[in-house]
């Protein structure tokens, strides 16, 4: 099959085990953060392997199931575990279970990731509203274009909604949450980073890196979703500067899991408002 086909068959299958229900909001839950996912009520379970053409999601912390359902009073589909460039598939595969999620009608999408932080003010188990990103991955439009989902090249002036973030903001400050606010870039991994790599991110104007989120959400602004997303920062580049620091993907996704009820409950919030 092509893409497209690809597409509307794992689609159909979808639509089929959710029995009319109509997700109004997606979320991508990254690294450790799959503990939003125990919030969902009514909860419906749909393993990525029983999907046609769906790639299986091999990372730590990603238990790879669409769980369906009513979060903040509103149906839900979230992605338990997301697909990643560097465990060997295609752009297209990474942003499948996305372009799935239009087809169902999705209205908006949030995501979610671990990551470094560039910047030397974060600290571990903060949390960063993503406002821009740079994209160091292949971008997942390259190819031809599918014009029932977007133009041939869309405007990526604002990427994350203006709109959520100012609502996001506002509920942290109410609620007493600490937020960050930065730049977010995307590398493929699977190695970390190097001290070198965090001080040149850092030039170019990154505030935290990881090995996700921006194809995911380009495919989204491709099809005109709107998108809010969120980094938890689980390890910090002025770590690297002691000689016995290691980056440990355990640790990280213990740091996560520990920001992730913060996390969990703006997310919450803020669909609540939608």
Excluded: C, W
Aim: hydrophobic share 40%; charged share 20%.
């Amino acid at each position: 099959m092509n893409p497209l086909e690809t597409i509307h068959a794992a689609a159909r299958f979808v639509r089929e085990k959710l029995g009319g229900i109509q997700p109004v909001v997606g979320i991508v839950l990254g690294s450790g953060l799959g503990k939003l996912a125990d919030e969902i009520e009514n909860p419906l379970v749909i393993s990525y392997r029983d999907i046609p053409g769906f790639p299986a999601s091999t990372a730590i912390g990603h238990k790879g199931n669409y769980i369906v359902g009513d979060l903040g009073g509103k149906k839900v589909i979230a992605m338990q575990g997301r697909i990643h460039y560097y465990e060997g598939y295609t752009m297209h595969q990474v942003t499948l279970p996305i372009q799935v999620m239009k087809v169902l009608g999705i209205q908006y999408l949030f995501v979610s990731n671990a990551a470094g932080g560039t910047n030397l003010g974060f600290h571990v188990g903060d949390l960063m509203i993503i406002k821009d990103h740079i994209n160091l991955l292949p971008n997942p439009l390259i190819g031809p274009n599918m014009d029932e989902f977007g133009p041939r090249f869309p405007d990526m002036t604002r990427p994350y909604d203006p709109t959520l973030i100012r609502k996001a903001e506002d509920i942290a400050a109410r609620e007493g949450i600490a937020l960050q606010k930065g730049v977010y870039v995307a590398i493929t991994g699977p190695s970390y980073e190097t001290p070198a790599e965090y001080r040149y991110f850092r030039a170019i104007g990154a505030d935290a890196v990881g090995m996700s989120t921006t194809p995911e959400v380009i495919v989204a602004r491709h099809s005109g979703i709107p998108v809010f997303g969120m980094s938890v920062i689980t390890d910090v580049a002025h770590a690297t500067d002691d000689e016995d620091y290691v980056t440990d993907g355990e640790a990280i996704v213990k740091a996560a899991d520990a920001a992730a009820d913060r996390m969990t409950h703006l997310f919450k919030k803020l669909i609540t408002i939608l």
